[in-house]
């Protein structure tokens, strides 16, 4: 990939919500959620404190992780959607 994240941000490819319902009924565009699944493309280095140290990130290239609905900044790269956004803003790591 050719964008790389500053510092503790990383960009991630939201993973579509379902286009069902779990009773089988399809969904239009208009009525589904906000995806809040992605998965990480690309990491920065890492959090520079302020002393000078950088610590790197818990996340890497290829994790699966939930965000909040409104979380990061919606970008087109490329011809894909993404979200850029600071680790901080990702709740949980799905394993």
Request: proline fraction near 5%.
């Amino acid at each position: 990939m050719s964008i790389r994240p500053l510092y503790d941000r990383v960009v991630v490819k939201p993973l579509e919500s379902d286009e069902k319902t779990s009773g089988g009924i399809l969904l239009p565009d208009t009525a589904k959620e906000k995806p809040i699944k992605g998965q990480v493309v690309a990491v920065g280095k890492g959090k520079v404190l302020e002393n000078g140290q950088v610590v790197p990130l818990m996340l890497k290239v290829g994790d699966k992780i939930i965000y909040g609905k409104y979380s990061g900044t919606d970008i087109k790269f490329n011809g894909e959607e993404l979200k850029i956004m600071k680790e901080d803003e990702v709740l949980a790591k799905i394993e």
